[in-house]
């Protein structure tokens, strides 16, 4: 089964990037979260796809079962750590959306519903997604948006 390009890794990423703006602006805090998490999932595998490395395969573990979302972790981990310059900022960017989602998702440490817990500092969020967008990015530009990588419509005669 193909896998999905790079451009279509990034606009997924995009579209859920927008759908978490518009989930937040409704007050939806729980909701806007874990599309962020799901929206920098999307820029990694981007970025992967870019460079032609395939992470399930080589993050695969035969000794100890690993999901996706452990292996895209070890992916950010390695990448982020091997950047002399992001020191981590990116992993630990990624870990929060992680986290954050879990919480969201399956009230993972906490005593009250997603809704209360994430009714504020919502921002702190969409700068963790921008931490990973900037790191995770393509040719050493930022993630084009697919739209700008179409040809000009041709004029008419």
Same mark, same amino acid.
């Given at each position: 089964?193909?896998?999905? !390009?790079?451009?279509?890794?990034?606009?997924?990423?995009?579209?859920?990037?927008?759908?978490?703006?518009?989930?937040?602006? !409704?007050? #939806?805090? #729980?909701?806007?979260?874990?599309?962020?998490?799901?929206?920098?999932?999307?820029?990694?595998?981007?970025?992967? /796809?870019?460079?032609?490395?395939?992470?399930?395969?080589?993050? %695969?573990?035969?000794?100890?079962?690993?999901?996706?979302?452990?292996?895209?972790?070890?992916?950010?981990?390695?990448? /982020?750590?091997?950047?002399?310059? #992001? &020191?981590?900022?990116?992993? !630990?960017?990624?870990?929060?959306? %992680?986290?954050? /989602?879990?919480? /969201?998702?399956?009230?993972?440490?906490?005593?009250?519903?997603? &809704?209360?817990? %994430?009714? &504020?500092?919502?921002?702190?969020? %969409?700068?963790?997604?921008?931490?990973?967008?900037?790191?995770?990015?393509?040719?050493?530009?930022?993630?084009?948006?697919?739209?700008?990588?179409?040809?000009?419509?041709?004029?008419?005669?």
């Amino acid at each position: 089964m193909a896998k999905p !390009s790079t451009e279509i890794y990034t606009e997924q990423a995009q579209l859920n990037e927008k759908a978490a703006t518009n989930a937040a602006q !409704s007050g #939806d805090n #729980d909701w806007a979260v874990t599309i962020c998490f799901y929206s920098a999932i999307h820029y990694v595998k981007a970025y992967a /796809s870019y460079k032609q490395e395939d992470i399930y395969q080589l993050y %695969f573990n035969q000794n100890k079962p690993n999901t996706e979302h452990e292996r895209i972790l070890d992916y950010v981990y390695d990448i /982020s750590y091997n950047n002399g310059n #992001d &020191r981590g900022l990116s992993f !630990s960017a990624y870990e929060t959306l %992680f986290d954050a /989602s879990m919480k /969201s998702r399956y009230l993972k440490g906490i005593r009250t519903t997603a &809704r209360q817990c %994430f009714n &504020r500092n919502i921002d702190q969020y %969409f700068e963790k997604l921008a931490t990973v967008k900037k790191f995770f990015k393509i040719n050493n530009n930022p993630i084009p948006h697919p739209a700008t990588q179409r040809p000009a419509p041709k004029p008419r005669s």
